[in-house]
């Protein structure tokens, strides 16, 4: 990966982090890419191909690295989203580390983390959670079955002050976030490595 290139290509734009397993990627990933770029009046999403969520064991139904990423280039070809195993270049598991080295590496770039309201109810189980919260924007988006955890949780009830509507969370300073309503997708990685009944979706 050319992160020289990449930051001179990012200068002066607001990009969404979203971070994940994708394994396998889905609508509902794409949903959230897009609407994103639409709700937060985004340049760019860089799709963030995790080498592993610290928070979920390795288990035989998770797909390698290389090929969770070879799929997601061949799935998110919609424009202005850009798939990227930046944590692998940056040797970063954890995500406060990936923003800490992705402020260092792009400082003329603005960002937003974005992720999923299930993942919002248990953020205050990522490493140093409240540091995420004070070095960029995040974006919560509605999911089927988590809509009410995603705008009650541990997050949004310490930083309640710092709520934001959508549009304007990008140009806010940290602490700052947004819970986005839009239309839910039922789709899950689990249902369908499930439906798919194998170790994992690429066998
Ligand atoms: N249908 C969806 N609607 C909204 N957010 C989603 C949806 N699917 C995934 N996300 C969010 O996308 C990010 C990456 O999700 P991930 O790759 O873990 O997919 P998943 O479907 O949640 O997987 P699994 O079922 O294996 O946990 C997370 O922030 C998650 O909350
Ligand atoms: O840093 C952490 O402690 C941490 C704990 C759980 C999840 N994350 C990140 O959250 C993102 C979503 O992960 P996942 O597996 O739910 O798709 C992905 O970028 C993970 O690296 C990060």
Redesign the pocket.
């Known amino acids: 990966m050319n992160l020289a290139g990449l930051s001179l290509s990012a200068q002066g734009k607001k990009i969404g982090l ?1 971070g ?4 396998p990627p ?1 609508s ?2 794409l ?2 890419a897009k609407s994103a770029l639409q709700k937060l009046d985004l340049d760019e999403v860089w799709i963030l191909v995790s080498p592993g969520n610290p928070l979920k064991e390795a288990s035989k139904d998770m797909a390698p690295f290389d090929r969770r990423l070879e799929v997601c280039s061949q799935f998110f070809t919609a424009p202005r989203i850009k798939v990227l195993g930046l944590e692998k270049a940056l040797k970063t598991r954890y995500s406060v580390d990936t923003v800490k080295e992705i402020r260092k590496r792009f400082p003329k770039s603005s960002f937003v983390w974005i ?5 919002a109810e248990i953020f205050h189980l990522w490493a140093q959670w409240r540091d995420i919260v004070h070095i960029l924007p995040i974006a919560i ?4 079955g988590y809509s009410m955890a995603g705008r009650h949780n541990r997050l949004t009830r310490e930083f309640y002050k710092d709520r934001q509507k959508p549009k304007d969370v990008t140009k806010s300073i940290a602490p700052s976030w947004c819970f986005v309503p839009l239309v ?8 369908i ?1 499930q439906q798919l009944k194998c170790d994992w979706w690429g066998h």
């Not at 994940?20 to 394994?23: A, I, R």
């Not at 839910?184 to 249902?191: E, F, L, Q, T, V």
């Open positions: 979203y994940g397993s994708f394994n889905h509902g990933h949903h959230i992720m999923g309201a299930d993942n988006f509605d999911r089927t839910r997708n039922a789709s899950s990685a689990s249902m490595r």
